[in-house]
């Protein structure tokens, strides 16, 4: 790691892992070097926090306060449409198993009833075919 000017802050070298901490000191960009000396492709994935730290000296002002208290408003506003989305979808799903459940009540039902129907078309139709049996059988043995 090297400092705007190009003074090495940081080196770690031959490593898989590392987990380093340094204090910036200079205002700039600061660059991060990766060497690879395997013959195969490696990725490298690496995060930088960054954090403000502020001397015991340096006390906050009802400036420092107006930004943030207006950060803190837009958070509350999204949460707030956030719980109401949440909300609205939990009532939807709702309205979505009452549907679902009386849709299946009704399959149930007109299942039965056409089962029913089948059974009685079944009965009439051997009732039907036996009375033309028994007349064929009558006029045949007369």
């Known amino acids: 790691v090297k400092d705007p000017r190009g003074d090495q802050i940081h080196d770690s070298r031959g490593k898989t892992s590392d987990k380093f901490e340094f204090v910036v000191h200079k205002r ?5 070097c ?3 000396k395997s013959p195969y492709h490696e990725t490298v994935d ?5 954090g403000h730290f502020s001397y015991f000296d340096q006390h906050a002002k009802d400036e420092h306060f107006g930004p943030l208290f207006e950060q803190i408003a837009k958070l509350d506003e999204a949460l707030y449409n956030i719980q109401f989305e949440q909300h609205w ?3 939807q799903t709702d309205r979505q198993a009452i549907l679902n459940e009386n849709m299946s009540r009704r399959a149930v039902h007109k299942a039965l009833f056409e089962s029913a129907g089948l059974v009685a078309a079944s009965v009439v139709q051997v ?3 036996r009375r033309l049996f028994e007349r064929k059988l009558g006029s045949s043995r007369v």
């Open 28 to 32: 700039g960009v600061h660059r991060f």
């Open 34 to 36: 990766f060497t690879n």
């Open 46 to 50: 690496f995060d930088v926090h960054i």
């Open 89 to 91: 979808l939990e009532a």
């Open 127 to 129: 009732y039907l075919m």
